[in-house]
């Protein structure tokens, strides 16, 4: 099938760094821009230095009034933080305790939820979710009030400052290392040394690699984990499109049709892999920055660029189609359809390791 190369909006200066700091971006400039990240990235390893310091002076890691999980990844852009956390309430749920979701709130306004918690209510709705930069805080003020049998930090591998009981790494198998550098010459938060504090790692979007890539990925995490914790493997399944005029779909009936797509997530490439291995025929392809706050002049033109392209669908991601919704309302949309593709996450090895793990918190 030819795809056709991805259209980055002008709102997308995040498309361009990716694309120098991966080396698809050649020339002088593209050269000098390398140089003068790699000096801010000596700055950055300085600043890490600095906070591990920080987290081994007494009292500067407290402990919240429940157990805590926390989700987080090494590396910046998306690696299924959210939908492990929906799994994961899922889960304390099913295991007859009451979980509660605690994040930063990036990109939201005061008192506002962003998309990650606008989607995180559609994954797992009635779980409560409360948004602080200081998780801590958060956590206190709701338990205080309220029942709560364990904290399910999003984001939290280098929220440092509380303590956590069990420790969730993701790595995605598409790009697990951030091109081998810190930010923001790479894509790497910490150094890979870091993932010794993890107490799971999980490897995520396996089904967009081949079986040898994921066989070579697991024996390059081996060493670079602690020899007690596990290496799990996950996928996102795609389990429907959710229309706007308010039916589903199931995902296989992408096969075939003419589709325009755009997002604005940390990993834009996975979703386009992901329509592709459901058969769409994709006619156009736009990337966004993460949490790009769209306007009703961005749906109007991406609605007229998928009819021009001669796409009958335009289709986006759950975490996107949140702010979309608002926008779109009851307006026309030029015969093209809007939908999202709906994804979840599944544990295809180390599903009962998990619950175990989950469920020992309480013992």
Same mark, same amino acid.
């Given at each position: ?5 991805p259209?980055?909006s002008?709102?997308d200066?995040?498309a ?8 698809e ?6 050269a ?10 000596l700055?950055?390893?300085?600043a890490?230095?600095?906070g591990n ?10 402990r ?8 987080g990844n090494l ?8 939908p492990?956390?929906?799994?994961l309430a899922?889960?304390v749920?099913?295991?007859g ?5 605690a994040?930063?709130g990036?990109?939201?306004r005061?008192?506002t939820p962003n998309e990650e +918690? !606008?989607? *995180?209510e559609?994954l797992c709705?009635g ?7 200081? #998780? %801590?805080?958060a956590?206190?003020e709701w338990t ?5 049998d364990?904290?399910?930090l999003d984001?939290g591998?280098?929220?440092r400052?509380? +303590? !956590?009981? *069990?420790?969730?790494?993701l790595i ?6 951030g091109?081998? #550098? %810190?930010?923001p010459?790479?894509?790497l938060?910490e ?7 993890a ?5 995520t979007?396996a089904?967009l690699?081949?079986?040898t ?8 995490l081996a ?22 005029d308010?039916?589903?779909r199931?995902?296989?009936w992408l096969r075939g049709q003419?589709?325009?797509a755009?997002?604005g997530i940390?990993?834009p490439?996975?979703f386009r892999?992901t329509?592709g ?5 994709l006619?156009?392809?736009?990337t966004?920055r993460?949490h790009?706050?769209?306007t009703h002049?961005?749906?109007?033109r991406?609605?007229k660029a998928?009819?021009d392209a001669?796409a009958?669908t335009?289709?986006t991601t759950g975490?996107?189609y949140v ?9 026309q949309?030029?015969?093209v359809?809007?939908g999202?593709l709906?994804?979840t996450?599944?544990?295809a090895?180390?599903?009962d390791v998990l619950?175990?793990?989950v ?5």
């Amino acid at each position: 099938m030819n795809e056709p190369r991805p259209t980055r909006s002008p709102a997308d200066p995040q498309a361009r760094w990716f694309a120098i700091v991966s080396g698809e971006k050649r020339g002088c400039g593209a050269a000098a821009a390398r140089c003068f990240l790699t000096h801010q990235e000596l700055l950055y390893r300085f600043a890490l230095g600095v906070g591990n310091l920080l987290c081994r002076l007494p009292g500067y890691v407290k402990r919240a009034p429940c157990p805590v999980i926390s989700v987080g990844n090494l590396t910046v852009g998306g690696t299924g933080k959210t939908p492990m956390v929906a799994y994961l309430a899922r889960l304390v749920t099913e295991q007859g305790k009451r979980p509660l979701i605690a994040s930063r709130g990036y990109g939201g306004r005061p008192g506002t939820p962003n998309e990650e +918690a !606008r989607e *995180l209510e559609r994954l797992c709705p009635g779980v409560p979710h409360v948004q602080n930069p200081v #998780r %801590l805080k958060a956590i206190r003020e709701w338990t205080a009030g309220h029942p709560c049998d364990v904290a399910i930090l999003d984001d939290g591998f280098q929220h440092r400052q509380l +303590a !956590r009981d *069990l420790d969730v790494v993701l790595i995605d198998a598409l790009r697990p290392f951030g091109f081998g #550098r %810190l930010l923001p010459r790479g894509l790497l938060r910490e150094p890979r040394s870091a993932l010794r504090r993890a107490d799971i790692a999980i490897i995520t979007r396996a089904e967009l690699v081949g079986e040898t890539e994921l066989a070579r990925l697991k024996r390059g995490l081996a060493p670079l984990v602690r020899p007690a914790t596990p290496i799990l493997v996950a996928q996102h399944q795609p389990v429907g499109l959710s229309m706007l005029d308010g039916s589903t779909r199931p995902p296989q009936w992408l096969r075939g049709q003419d589709v325009a797509a755009a997002c604005g997530i940390g990993n834009p490439e996975a979703f386009r892999r992901t329509l592709g291995h459901l058969g769409a025929q994709l006619k156009l392809f736009e990337t966004f920055r993460d949490h790009h706050p769209y306007t009703h002049d961005d749906l109007a033109r991406l609605i007229k660029a998928a009819g021009d392209a001669g796409a009958k669908t335009l289709v986006t991601t759950g975490k996107d189609y949140v702010k979309w919704l608002p926008l779109l309302g009851d307006r026309q949309t030029a015969g093209v359809q809007v939908g999202a593709l709906e994804v979840t996450m599944k544990l295809a090895e180390g599903e009962d390791v998990l619950r175990s793990r989950v469920a020992a918190l309480w013992r």
